[in-house]
């Protein structure tokens, strides 16, 4: 069956940057497009951006350019997030998500979130 | 950006009853609206796709109906499991947006 798998919870200090991964299984992940999302506890949504797997071309929310990195490896079937100069602002559950069933736009497989906390 | 209003922000109810929340996009998204069911501390479930399209598994007393700019989720015979967040987002245009959500509880 299909799953996504994220990393560990994390915990950094301002100005850091964290690599967040989602190591995939169950369908074709090199010809899949990978979408990472945030979510603020008891807050809405955000769709990040994504990324294809097969030749690693990206898209990404405007909001997001310049914060977050998509990059993957079709040997492990893995998809990372960069996140650079981190602020408290980015304190958030991080989500990984596909679309097995319905192309790129919409999400029927989730990882089950990262939490990643900044903090001195 | 394709701002989505989605009310009410909670939503208290009985076992047994008829629930709608409604989500307004800020101009035409043509149906592409899908609606996620997503329960404390785990991650979204897609319900519905293509604003009334039902996603395989997802039980029947879910619908969804709309066109335009309004568009609705209707959960039917409300039961204990569907205690959750349910979030609207549209995909007819990048950047894929979300409602803010709707807390639902059982009275």
Request: aromatic share 14%.
């Amino acid at each position: 069956q299909v799953k996504l798998q994220q990393s560990g919870a994390e915990l950094v200090k301002p100005g850091a940057s964290v690599k967040l991964s989602c190591k995939t299984s169950g369908y074709t992940f090199s010809t899949s497009y990978m979408s990472w999302f945030k979510q603020i506890p008891g807050q809405s949504i955000e769709w990040i951006g994504m990324i294809y797997a097969g030749d690693g071309g990206t898209g990404y929310n405007q909001k997001f350019k310049g914060k977050a990195t998509l990059t993957v490896d079709t040997s492990s079937s893995t998809a990372y997030m960069d996140l650079s100069s981190l602020t408290t602002e980015d304190s958030a559950v991080y989500f990984c998500a596909i679309s097995v069933y319905y192309g790129l736009s919409l999400f029927d497989y989730w990882g089950q979130g990262v939490m990643v906390t900044v903090s001195s | 950006d394709i701002q989505m209003t989605q009310s009410p922000a909670s939503l208290s109810a009985s076992l047994g009853e008829t629930v709608t929340i409604e989500c307004r996009a800020s101009e035409d998204i043509y149906n592409g609206l899908a609606w996620y069911q997503q329960k404390p501390g785990k991650s979204p479930q897609l319900l519905i796709y293509n604003a009334n399209s039902l996603h395989t598994g997802v039980p029947s007393r879910f619908s969804g109906s709309g066109s335009g700019t309004q568009y609705s989720l209707k959960i039917n015979s409300l039961q204990s499991e569907d205690v959750a967040s349910y979030f609207c987002q549209q995909y007819y245009n990048y950047p894929f947006t979300f409602g803010s959500g709707t807390k639902l509880e059982i009275k």
